[in-house]
């Protein structure tokens, strides 16, 4: 059967490519699926922990539960962020948002 | 709805009021008063169910009704229960406070002069001094109170925290209570707080109780810790518990740890209920509405230090020096207020002093062991005392009213300025002969004459001779005072012309006047002994098997057997007195001294002026106080010693400064900051390229830290 | 090697690539179609691991609403970004392999656990009841507040979104 080091290991892959994303891409959308692809990574995680530790247990998914809760705020806040953004300065290209240069 | 709910409930619609009041209808006075007054007759008729039921139980000493509730985890398993609970005792506390304070909120409508016209120059913080009526010339009538709705708001709170110490059944919710009257009897003798006479009569009250009070806390921690329980049953009605509590010494004079506890929780009602020589705030807290006074002085702060003394004499009785202790400060309280209070002009405070020596018969009754003589007096002298506030609140206020139309200025709480009173006031008058009849102990009519009889009787038949003559002397002392407010106030022909315009006040004060005459009268009557000639029996003596099925050994002094001996000194004395006040007084001219003074000037002074009691302690505490404070800790500590160590240390700085500044700074930095000046821009240059503005890098950098940490800590202190 | 670990290879094989193709690929439309394809991996895995309430949870929240507001999102904010040029900034090396790193040190770090390898037992039939997961998370000795304060920060995220992203006049 499948060990859970194998579902950690797709895991930590899965979170670091989301990273890669978040801190590579130039578009603000993009950035958000990065994150997106890490909140998932850590998801898979929890639900592994509990499947394999801890199984009737219900702390493992109420913590997904309010992971996946999290996750839609975070989209709904950030998008509406990027909207506005774009809609006063015409961009959503992060490198250009550069109001904080020394 | 079970007696068990409705106990819980009972104490919440004044609270409820006060929070409404407070947040919202603050505006609106009507409101307010009908918010504060229907809480107050809710939680009356709740409590007249709950007495009207339990009355007529059997055995209700023995199986109290009430219910506990798991309140503070103290440990591992431990809980601090609170609960309610009504036993006799409580049931007859509880009768006399839903009744005074649902008449003295009635009362207070009238008194703040509601359905008057506001003030001309009427402020906040000060009494209402009266409006011109347009269109009538100059016609002064009194103004509405400017805070009226603050007032309502206040003496809710007051009956939420009477309530809620009279149902508690353990003394930890008592003292949260206590503390809250504490408190709102602080708000409400400040209320006024304008005049400065008012706000030094709060803080007196506040830090005189205060006193008390303390010791009272000391005494509730020790009691818990040596019974680990706070509450009624689980002390008071538990006998292994007290003998163990009797037999324990405490460590202290020798005192055994009832003892002990005993007189600590028994200094809280030294306090509250201003026995000597914690009485000084009592008499000054007369600076409040007078329905305030009623509040404190009959229905609730004081009665609950004297509730609280019957709470806790199961457990005071177990030492003798306790008791001895509480006899002598009840008996001498009840003769040395009794005597300031026949030299003083005032009429609100002839009868502040006249409560002081009341509250000290019922302690000195307690002390005696006549535990049922306690409670009956307390029960009566709520209704009478509570009736004689509200009476003469009602002769000032008709006074007012003279002084507002003829604009004379004179007192009009000074009753040699008054006279004649019973023509104009009649109501008025006839309540209050009632009251001070009751407070005299006329025989046989008034609630007075039997818990008084009953007290004498009970030192009588305990062969405590000396606490016996004490209080009877006090008695043809009240008589005699008593008999000279009346004689003064309403008797003879009106001294001043504010007097002859008096005016008869509305029905809000004057029917409340006429329900506690009402208690005043036949309060007596359920506690007529058994053994008294022609009349006992008549009515069954309910009130002695009722309360004094209270304690375990109840009967040894009741059984003694009813003696005639105490039963004509109270007659001597209650008619004595009150002959002798009529015959000294009602010759009483305008202008004219007070007899007595003419007759014994010195003495007429000593007790005019209270023992000068406020005086010493003026002496004894507030100066040396004050001295330390202004002489030793500020002049000699403050700026002499400290102020001195940091001159010296500013001292030396400023040497080591100019030498620093001489020697070090100039040559030595100055040249240094200089260079470094001319080479900061250019650092900037450099920074700034880090400074880039973009999120993503300062994320980077954060990241690739935390992971060069964390893989240096997994590395040295996980795997390690 | 079984049945189910051929198929969590190739399932994880396939996220994985769509995942990549998120991060790289240079229009963002197709990146943000690739997010979905990547995300239903993830959905399967949950089925994998027995817990199906998630994985539909998954495919309903994160593919139905998320994944749609991205593109959404794309769309309004798409007029001036023509896709053109690099979508990747100068530096993206620098990142790479600072993410490497973090995975080689997380992947290390993982493998010194004693449970690593750990196998999974049967599930215990309550384990997937779901009514009993809904009354813990109303149950107030079990989630109660972390569930309330879950539902008060999608109101507070739903009424902030609204004031950021409307039109204000003036």
Redo the contacts between chains.
């Keep these: 059967m499948i060990p859970l080091s194998w579902y950690l290991i797709f895991a930590a892959a899965l979170f670091c490519i989301g990273?890669f994303g978040?801190?590579?891409r130039k578009n603000a959308v993009a950035?958000l699926m990065g994150v997106e692809l890490m909140l998932n990574a850590v998801n898979i995680n929890l639900v592994a922990f509990w499947r394999y530790l801890y199984a009737p247990d219900l702390a493992g998914l109420t913590f997904v539960a309010i992971v996946l809760v999290a996750a839609a705020a975070e989209t709904a806040v950030g998008l509406a962020l990027i909207i506005s953004v774009y809609r006063r300065r015409s961009t959503v290209v992060?490198?250009d948002l550069?109001?904080?240069?020394? | 709805m079970t007696i068990q709910t409705l106990l819980w409930l009972l104490p919440l619609p004044p609270l409820l009021a006060f929070a409404l009041i407070i947040l919202v209808t603050n505006r609106w006075k009507a409101l307010s008063h009908t918010l504060a007054i229907g809480a107050a007759a809710l939680s009356w008729l709740g409590s007249m169910f709950i007495c009207w039921t339990v009355f007529r139980l059997d055995g209700l000493a023995e199986h109290p009704i009430g219910s506990t509730i798991q309140w503070l985890p103290t440990g591992a398993d431990s809980w601090l229960s609170i609960g309610t609970r009504i036993d006799p005792l409580a049931a007859v506390t509880l009768f006399f406070v839903a009744w005074t304070v649902l008449f003295i909120f009635i009362y207070s409508v009238g008194y703040h002069n509601f359905g008057q016209p506001q003030g001309d120059h009427d402020r906040a913080g000060l009494p209402p001094e009266g409006a011109t009526l347009k269109g009538k010339g100059h016609h002064r009538v009194p103004s509405i109170e400017p805070m009226y709705s603050r007032f309502f708001a206040f003496i809710s709170l007051f009956a939420f925290a009477m309530y809620t110490l009279v149902v508690s059944d353990n003394l930890l919710t008592l003292y949260i209570g206590w503390e809250i009257m504490g408190l709102c009897s602080y708000l409400l003798i400040g209320f006024w707080y304008g005049k400065k006479s008012a706000r030094d009569a709060a803080v007196k009250a506040f830090l005189t109780t205060r006193v008390g009070d303390v010791f009272m806390l000391l005494g509730l921690v020790g009691l818990y810790k040596a019974a680990g329980t706070l509450s009624y049953a689980g002390i008071f009605g538990n006998e292994e518990m007290l003998h163990t509590l009797a037999t324990t010494g405490s460590g202290i004079l020798g005192l055994s740890q009832a003892g002990l506890f005993g007189l600590l929780l028994f200094i809280g009602t030294v306090g509250k209920s201003a026995q000597f020589p914690l009485h000084v705030w009592l008499p000054d807290a007369m600076e409040g509405p007078t329905p305030v006074s009623a509040m404190i002085h009959a229905a609730t702060m004081v009665s609950a230090g004297v509730y609280l003394s019957i709470r806790i004499f199961p457990l005071v009785s177990q030492s003798e020096t306790a008791l001895l202790v509480m006899s002598i400060i009840g008996a001498f309280t009840a003769l040395f207020a009794a005597t300031i209070a026949l030299a003083q002009n005032d009429i609100k405070r002839v009868l502040a002093y006249s409560t002081i020596s009341q509250l000290g018969y019922m302690i000195a009754a307690l002390g005696v062991g006549a535990y049922v003589a306690a409670a009956f007096h307390l029960v009566t002298h709520a209704f009478f005392k509570a009736l004689l506030f509200l009476g003469s609140g009602s002769v000032i206020h008709g006074m007012e009213h003279g002084v507002l139309h003829t604009g004379e200025h004179v007192d009009p709480q000074d009753m040699l300025n008054m006279g004649g009173l019973r023509v104009k006031m009649p109501i008025t008058f006839w309540t209050f002969l009632i009251g001070g009849f009751a407070l005299s102990g006329f025989p046989l009519v008034t609630a007075g004459f039997w818990s008084k009889d009953e007290i004498l009787s009970g030192a009588f038949a305990g062969g405590h001779w000396v606490v016996f003559a004490t209080l009877a002397v006090s008695a043809l002392l009240t008589a005699f005072y008593t008999m000279r407010q009346i004689t003064l106030t309403f008797l003879g022909q009106p001294r001043t012309k504010a007097a002859a315009h008096a005016h008869e006040t509305p029905l809000t004060m004057t029917l409340p006047l006429m329900v506690l005459s009402f208690f005043a009268i036949t309060a007596g009557w359920v506690g007529i002994p058994k053994a008294f000639p022609v009349l006992g029996g008549l009515i069954n003596p309910w009130f002695e098997e009722f309360v004094g099925s209270m304690l375990p050994a109840h009967g040894e002094a009741a059984e003694a057997g009813h003696s005639l001996v105490p039963l004509f000194t109270s007659l001597v004395v209650a008619l004595g007195g009150l002959y002798l006040g009529w015959l000294v007084y009602s010759k009483v001219k305008a202008g004219a001294k007070d007899p007595f003074a003419r007759a014994l000037p010195g003495l007429h002074r000593v007790l005019q002026n209270k023992y000068y009691i406020d005086e010493f302690y003026q002496r004894a505490f507030i100066r040396p106080a004050r001295w330390v404070a202004e002489e030793f800790s500020y002049r000699i500590i403050d700026r002499g010693l400290i102020d001195g160590i940091l001159h010296g240390i500013a001292g030396g700085g400023l040497g080591l400064g100019r030498f620093t500044r001489d020697q070090v700074d100039l040559p030595v930095w100055n040249h240094f900051v200089e260079w470094l000046m001319a080479r900061v821009p250019a650092l900037g240059r450099v920074?700034?390229g880090?400074?880039?503005?973009?999120?993503?890098q300062y994320?980077?950098i954060a990241?690739?830290i935390a992971?060069v940490v964390?893989?240096l800590f997994?590395y040295f202190f996980?795997?390690a | 090697m079984t049945l189910s670990q051929v198929f969590f290879l190739a399932v994880a094989a396939i996220t994985l690539f769509a995942a990549v193709m998120v991060v790289s690929t240079r229009r963002i439309m197709h990146a943000a179609l690739w997010l979905v394809l990547s995300l239903f991996g993830v959905a399967v895995l949950f089925a994998l691991l027995q817990s199906g309430f998630f994985a539909v949870v998954q495919v309903v929240v994160y593919i139905g609403a998320i994944a749609i507001l991205i593109i959404f999102a794309v769309m309004l904010t798409r007029q001036v970004m023509l896709d053109v040029g690099p979508q990747l900034?100068r530096g993206w090396w620098?990142?790479a392999v600072?993410v490497a790193?973090?995975y080689a040190?997380l992947v290390g770090?993982l493998s010194?656990w004693s449970q690593f390898q750990a196998q999974a037992g049967p599930l215990a039939p309550e384990a997937n009841d779901l009514s009993r997961f809904g009354q813990a998370l109303v149950d107030l000795n079990a989630y109660v507040i972390p569930f309330e304060i879950a539902s008060v920060l999608l109101l507070g995220a739903l009424i902030g979104s609204i004031f950021v992203a409307s039109e204000r006049k003036g």
């Design positions: 990273l978040v801190l590579a950035i992060v490198d550069s109001l904080m240069k020394g | 920074l700034k880090v400074q880039t503005g973009r999120v993503q994320m980077v990241i690739a992971v964390g893989v997994v996980v795997l | 900034n620098i990142p600072l790193g973090l040190a770090v010194t």
